[in-house]
């Protein structure tokens, strides 16, 4: 009798590895492009691209931390993002809890109508968007962008909620209503608390896509006080369009916000999209 010889899972799971890290260096590559070149003058940056600085320069950085307009353009940001977030998740995680828990006539219906707002990109809906703000008094206004950020994130996130809520096993919630508990009391004191990743997931996705939303905020604000960082980028790349490097620093300091989210939050992104595909 012929036995042969199991492959080890190391080998098996090696062109992965390398297959990840490819990808990880074309995305990391660019950043440290951006970040080193930011300490260099343009004319260091146009003969040594790839290489150190000879001498580091800081300028580039602290004339950016040091303007006014930065701050403001990254409080417009972050306050756009977080109510957004607030709002996208809030809703979210009740729709899909009535979609995950009920059984009530025309569920599926519904629910298909919410992932069908998938099949339709932004840009397609910029010319009725901008109708619609301008009929109710809401160009120039943030909810103009965070009412709009909010239903276009609404479908990925029912998505996934749904999905880690219908994995929560029924003889919690029977238990919990033995206890006394109403249906949102079990919601909200024993599902939520358990939908921590899921709700990681798609806080950090919403917070992601909303800092780097240009065409939103570019159609609603008119006021350069209203701007968030995609504008200032390219209202800064326009007044600075020789200096390259005051443009990686400047393009390196509005990524950091969002980096660093994204880096606290990494390990619940991940098992919260893992759970959000594998269970219901």
């Known amino acids: 009798?012929?036995?042969?010889?199991?492959?080890?899972?190391?080998?098996?799971?090696?062109?992965?590895?390398?297959?990840?890290?490819?990808?990880?260096?074309?995305?990391?590559?660019?950043?440290?492009?951006?970040?080193?070149?930011?300490?260099?003058?343009?004319?260091?940056?146009?003969?040594?691209?790839?290489?150190?600085?000879?001498?580091?320069?800081?300028?580039?950085?602290?004339?950016?931390?040091?303007?006014?307009?930065?701050?403001?353009?990254?409080?417009?940001?972050?306050?756009?993002?977080?109510?957004?977030?607030?709002?996208?998740?809030?809703?979210?995680?009740?729709?899909?809890?009535?979609?995950?828990?009920?059984?009530?006539?025309?569920?599926?219906?519904?629910?298909?109508?919410?992932?069908?707002?998938?099949?339709?990109?932004?840009?397609?809906?910029?010319?009725?968007?901008f109708v619609l703000l301008r009929t109710f008094g809401l160009l120039?206004?943030?909810?103009?962008?965070?009412?709009?950020?909010?239903?276009?994130?609404?479908?990925?996130?029912i998505i996934i909620l749904r999905g880690f809520f219908r994995g929560i096993p029924g003889e919690i919630e029977e238990a919990a209503i033995i206890d006394g508990c109403s249906p949102f009391g079990f919601f909200w004191r024993i599902l939520l608390p358990m939908a921590r990743p899921a709700i990681a997931t798609v806080s950090v996705l919403a917070i992601v896509g909303s800092w780097n939303n240009f065409m939103l905020p570019l159609v609603v604000f008119n006021e350069e006080s209203s701007w968030t960082l995609p504008l200032g980028i390219q209202q800064f790349q326009g007044q600075y369009a020789s200096d390259t490097a005051r443009i990686l620093a400047y393009l390196v300091l509005a990524m950091v916000p969002a980096l660093g989210f994204y880096a606290v939050a990494e390990r619940h992104l991940v098992g919260g999209l893992t759970a959000g595909a594998t269970k219901g």
Do not use: C
């Open 1 to 129: 009798m012929i036995h042969r010889k199991k492959s080890s899972p190391r080998r098996n799971t090696l062109p992965l590895h390398l297959i990840a890290w490819v990808v990880g260096l074309f995305i990391i590559i660019p950043v440290v492009y951006a970040l080193i070149g930011g300490f260099k003058s343009t004319s260091e940056l146009s003969t040594n691209p790839l290489g150190l600085p000879d001498t580091w320069a800081t300028g580039n950085y602290t004339d950016v931390i040091g303007s006014g307009s930065f701050w403001l353009q990254l409080w417009n940001s972050t306050f756009i993002a977080v109510v957004t977030t607030v709002l996208t998740v809030g809703v979210s995680a009740l729709a899909g809890f009535v979609f995950a828990r009920f059984a009530f006539r025309g569920r599926e219906l519904f629910f298909t109508l919410f992932t069908a707002g998938l099949m339709f990109p932004f840009a397609v809906a910029i010319l009725p968007i």
């Open 140 to 157: 120039g206004n943030p909810l103009g962008v965070i009412l709009t950020q909010a239903a276009f994130g609404l479908p990925l996130t």
